[in-house]
């Protein structure tokens, strides 16, 4: 036997541990049993182990919460609304299917100044909404830009219920303010009021923090009749929009695919770089087209500017 | 699960993620906000918890996700500590401490203490494997499912922990073990 080559005890010995645990399994466990019959040392070793870990884990727990945090964690359970319990996915599928026509509403139109932020929510399902643009410009294809793709995979992953929100809160000024701090950019997202009567027609969900090239980029859910609209920001000097097809309109170049059947749009502006995902269909375009040519629209898109 | 169930079931956790938090922030006013956060985004999110998995593993990996994240918001990423970084002939001061003391006898009476001190001077990434494992009893697979990294990982990584423990922890512990 060489110097190097291991014995039957060397081999056990590097399992003890594993034994310990409770991670031999099958025929390992047997063969390891088996050992440890026929050599006392290895038996030794063993009960050595054993009695060392057992003093570790004597020592639990560790800590003990003080009582103060049990009772607002008592309150946080007994007061917290149950969740929805089937996928978000699912849910908008049923939703779809149950009211097929749901977003092509008339009232859909009626108040312009919501029509103004479903319009620039909507961008993303708009390609053709550029052609009836006044200085629209339209080249080639080309590939996908990294934060399109991002976003859409930011997109897909809060569906699928990998990305909790860190803010649940359907005030944009208080969404705003979380994210004060926490992202290199200021984000004001815009605070649009429902007239008397008027049925609201998106709702804002919450915000969290997605990483992107070893900085926080700001994503925003947003819900426009059940359908899930995300909204990712950073900063331009993080991200330039880029890929796809662009469209330049009133003075800005916005870059527009379909990447999974999702409709993708990505722009800057102002030292911000944005990207709407959702997969509204192409109606969407006329009423996008209706408000954009208002003044809401622009005041939207103003007040996401980062602060100077 | 119903969830008045869940919410129960959840509680029963309470203890377990707040050493867990203590572990991983070595702050009383942290470790709080930490369990807190958890338990919100827990009741939160308890529709998308699958029939069949582990409610305790799956708490500890909301605890460790916000933690991470909190860590990354105040240092634009995790600041962990190199696990090879460490020179092996690097001294623990905490031994010294404990070699000098000369309240060392009393010390080691207090059993948990000395576990603690000694968990409070391990690497970070060391300390949380021999915390989920020893402490806890999770199995070395809902442990890499919770720091999100292989099942080989956490075996080496879980070895070197437990050596750097039994240095720190120094002979007492053997002699204890043995009385």
Known sequence: ?????????????????????????????????????????????????????????????????????????????????????????????????????????????RDRRLIALVACLALIAFGGMWYVMMDRVRVPRSPISEFALMAVDTHLRYLRGQLPLEIVSASPAQISGWFAGKVPFSLKLPNYQESSGQEKLYRLEGARLVGFKSDYAAYVAYQMRQRPITLVVTSNSVALPSGGEEIVSKGLKFHYDSIDGLKVITWSDRGLTYALVSDLEERGQQSCLVCHAGTKDREFIESLKPSR | MSNPDFKQAALEHLDALYGFAMALTHDRTEAEDLVQETYLRAVRAFGQLMPDSNLKSWLFTILRNVWLNQLRHAHSGPQFIELDAEAEGDHPQWLDRVANDPHVELMRKVERAEVRAALEQLPR???????????????????????????????????????????????????????
């Open chain 2, 125 to 179: 990434l060391y300390r949380e494997v021999v915390v989920l494992r020893d402490i806890e009893g999770f199995s070395y697979r809902q442990i890499a499912g919770i720091v999100g990294c292989p099942a080989g990982t956490v075996m080496s990584r879980l070895g070197r922990a437990r050596e750097k423990l039994r240095l720190l922890l120094g002979g007492w512990r053997t002699e204890a073990a043995s009385r």
């Open chain 1, 1 to 109: 036997m060489s110097e190097t080559e291991m014995t039957p005890c060397d081999h056990i010995r590097g399992q003890i541990a594993f034994y310990l645990d409770d991670e031999l399994r099958g025929r390992e466990q047997a063969a390891f049993e088996a050992h440890l019959q026929e050599c006392q040392a290895c038996r030794q070793a063993v009960a050595d182990e054993r009695r060392w870990l057992e003093s570790v884990r004597q020592a639990r727990p560790l800590y003990s919460p003080p009582p103060a945090l049990r009772a607002r964690v008592e309150q946080i359970v007994s007061e917290t609304p149950s969740p929805h319990t089937a996928p978000p996915e699912l849910r908008r599928r049923i939703q779809r299917f149950l009211w097929p026509a749901a977003s092509t509403t008339p009232r859909l139109f």
